[in-house]
């Protein structure tokens, strides 16, 4: 599980022509997506995700690497577990960049690797350009 494979499930659920479009088919994950954007908009404590790893315990395992940890979690519970431990390990050592689109009208995520911690789009081809024009336009009207 990687950072990608969190922002994958984290927008799952894109704003299509004003409409929430669900994209995943698994019931649960989509449950767990919609927790995960509540905790991350503060919304929500995250205590909430630890009935997911009621059942999740890590074993090691020796392999060229050296000794790694593996998750182990009933097969109907490891891909959500994976995603929380991705969420914690994202909060853990990227605190405050992983973050909601500022367009209010957008319903992705993103995360933010520039050094100085300013991206606000989950794109800027789509999210950063519109709300630009926006501003533009506002500002033009305040100006005529
Ligand atoms: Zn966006």
């Known amino acids: 599980?990687?950072?990608e494979d969190l922002l994958g499930v984290l927008n799952s659920a894109p704003v299509i022509d004003g409409q929430v479009v669900?994209?995943?088919?698994?019931?649960?994950?989509?449950t767990l997506r919609d927790e995960l954007h509540?905790?991350?908009?503060?919304?929500?404590?995250?205590?909430?995700?630890?009935p997911i790893l009621a059942n999740a315990h890590q074993?090691?395992?020796m392999n060229e690497q050296?000794?790694?940890?593996?998750l182990v979690a009933p097969a109907a519970e490891l891909?959500?577990?994976?995603l929380v431990l991705e969420w914690a390990r994202v909060e853990?050592?990227?605190p405050g960049r992983l973050r909601p689109c500022?367009?209010?009208e957008c319903n992705k995520f993103l995360i933010d690797h520039s050094k100085p911690n300013t991206a606000r789009w989950c794109s800027m081809a789509t999210c950063g350009n519109r709300m630009k024009a926006r501003r533009h336009y506002a500002r033009r009207r305040e100006e005529a």
């Open 66 to 70: 050296g000794i790694q940890w593996q």
């Open 22 to 30: 669900e994209t995943l088919d698994d019931p649960q994950l989509a």
């Open 38 to 50: 509540a905790i991350i908009r503060g919304e929500v404590d995250p205590s909430s995700l630890m």
């Open 92 to 94: 853990r050592e990227l």
């Open 102 to 104: 500022a367009n209010p």
């Open 59 to 61: 074993v090691p395992v």
């Open 79 to 82: 891909q959500r577990a994976e």
């Open 1 to 3: 599980m990687t950072e």
